[in-house]
């Protein structure tokens, strides 16, 4: 953490109370940023007179990093409310959609997302897209952590990254009120998180 936030303090290299990295990229504030991998069409349809390029995340030894993590609740879903008929409906629908080569491959293109389906991983089109092939390369080294509360983001962002990085609480007081909010707060609910079945757990600092 504390070399995080060197980044700003000591090597000012980013501006951690600015504008989103996404706008200031766009705006040419921002020369480089780490975000999710549908940026590049973002800034394609907000800012077009911008052109980027896109890279695996890089680590110290080379070796691509065994926790970065994949998203996985963008998905369709069907309502618990739906009448079984509507829901015999939807879920055709819903298997179709995931059966489907050719949707499945323009969805990932026009979202920056690795297609879900193993048939799709030599397919022309997404071996010629540079955020594929930069996905490509770490795909099998990220983590699927479940569906995740949006509390734990929320606590995450407020009492860890906000108060870390800008309101100067130290690093470790900053991770024991964070444990302390979260303890509290997901103490009602059911989510079990998955990350120690991940094939690289053992790679974990913790």
Request: charge should be negative; glycine fraction near 6%; proline fraction near 7%.
């Amino acid at each position: 953490m504390e070399y995080l936030k060197s980044w700003y303090t000591e090597h000012k290299i980013g501006d951690n109370k600015g504008a989103l990295n996404r706008e200031a990229l766009g705006q040419g504030r921002a020369a480089m940023i780490c975000d999710w991998t549908w940026i590049p069409g973002y800034i394609a349809s907000t800012f077009p007179d911008v052109e980027i390029g896109i890279f695996p995340t890089p680590s110290f030894d080379g070796d691509p990093a065994a926790f970065d993590r994949n998203n996985g609740e963008c998905s369709p879903c069907v309502s618990a409310e739906a009448t079984a008929e509507a829901k015999a409906v939807a879920f055709d629908f819903v298997k179709y959609l995931l059966a489907n080569d050719d949707f499945l491959r323009d969805f990932a293109l026009a979202n920056g997302i690795f297609p879900s389906k193993y048939s799709l991983d030599n397919d022309p089109e997404i071996n010629a897209s540079p955020i594929h092939i930069a996905l490509k390369e770490t795909i099998n080294k990220t983590v699927w952590p479940g569906p995740v509360p949006a509390q734990v983001e929320a606590i995450q962002g407020k009492y860890l990254q906000d108060d870390f990085l800008k309101n100067n609480v130290p690093a470790a007081q900053a991770v024991v009120n964070t444990d302390e909010i979260m303890a509290k707060d997901l103490v009602n609910l059911s989510f079990v998180p998955v990350e120690r079945r991940y094939e690289f757990a053992d790679r974990f600092s913790n």
